[in-house]
Each structure stands twice: as structure tokens, then as C-alpha cells.
């Protein structure tokens, strides 16, 4: 997951596309919890989370990441991360989005979950990029 999908229970939940993203993520996370599912996380996720306003918020992803994140792609990785986003970027992907999808490639997840329209917009056949509600979907009917 990258930030702003980590962040989709702060934002304004008045709009039902929001809530019910909110809804997913929070299931992502329980499934997460209950070791059903494997959290990857980033040092581009750590460098956005550092830089979040709200405290609160801020060291609610912060202490969800450390405890439940198996594992890190560290800047140790830079170089590869770099040459594979740089890649993505071509594609009219931005450069912190770019880390974050070339991050989660190197450290071989299935799928990246995010609620940032343009970064679902970007097509690989390295890995599945869904928002929380279509990864749920996907998980619900993988577990029947």
C-alpha cells in the first residue's frame, strides 16, 4: 500500500467512494494483522510518512508499518529502484509514485494498493496495481 492509500481513512468521508475505500483498507489491514496477508513496505513509503502534518495520523501509519511490515526495500536498493522507476517514469508516472510501484516490483508483491488515479492508470505485467475495493473483491473470491 503507499501513503495515500494508508492516509484514505483520514480523508473526507462524506464522499461514498472515499468511505468505502477507507472501509477495504481498514480489511486490508485486519487480514495484514492476521497474517493472511504480507505488508511490504519502502523507504519512499517511510521518507511520505515522515512527511505527513497530522501527527496523529502520521504515527497511526507510522506504528501500523513497523509493527505489521515483514519487509523493507531499503535505500541499499537504491540504485535498482532507481533504474526501474526511471523506467516507469517514461510512462508519464511521477517520481515518488515511480519509487513507490518500482519498490514494490523488486520486492516481488503480487499487487500494489492505491487510491491514486493516475498511478492506477500505469499498466505493467509485473505486478497488479488495484485500489482497496478491487483488491477485496479479488481476495474475497480467491477465498471462498
Same mark, same amino acid.
Given at each position: ?31 495484514? +494483522? ?18 505527513? @502534518? ?63 488515479? +493516475? ?6 505485467? +509485473?505486478?497488479?496495481?488495484?485500489? @482497496? ?12
Amino acid at each position: 500500500m503507499d501513503n495515500c492509500c494508508y492516509g484514505r481513512p483520514f480523508d473526507d468521508q462524506t464522499q461514498i467512494k472515499v468511505r468505502l475505500e477507507a472501509t477495504a483498507k481498514m480489511y486490508i489491514q485486519s487480514l495484514v +494483522r492476521f497474517k493472511s496477508l504480507v505488508l511490504y513496505s519502502s523507504f519512499m513509503l517511510s521518507h511520505e510518512i515522515d512527511k505527513c @502534518p497530522v501527527k496523529e495520523t502520521k504515527d497511526y501509519i507510522s506504528q501500523f508499518v513497523k509493527e505489521f511490515s515483514s519487509f523493507h526495500v531499503s535505500e541499499g536498493k537504491n540504485s535498482e529502484v532507481a533504474l526501474l522507476a526511471d523506467e516507469i517514469m517514461k510512462t508519464g508516472v511521477k517520481y515518488k509514485d515511480a519509487i513507490h510501484l518500482a519498490c514494490s516490483m523488486i520486492a516481488g508483491c503480487d499487487y500494489m494498493i492505491t487510491t491514486d488515479k +493516475r498511478v492506477l492508470k500505469y499498466k505493467t505485467d +509485473r505486478i497488479k496495481i488495484v485500489n @482497496p475495493i478491487e483488491f477485496v473483491k479479488i481476495w474475497e473470491e480467491s477465498h471462498d
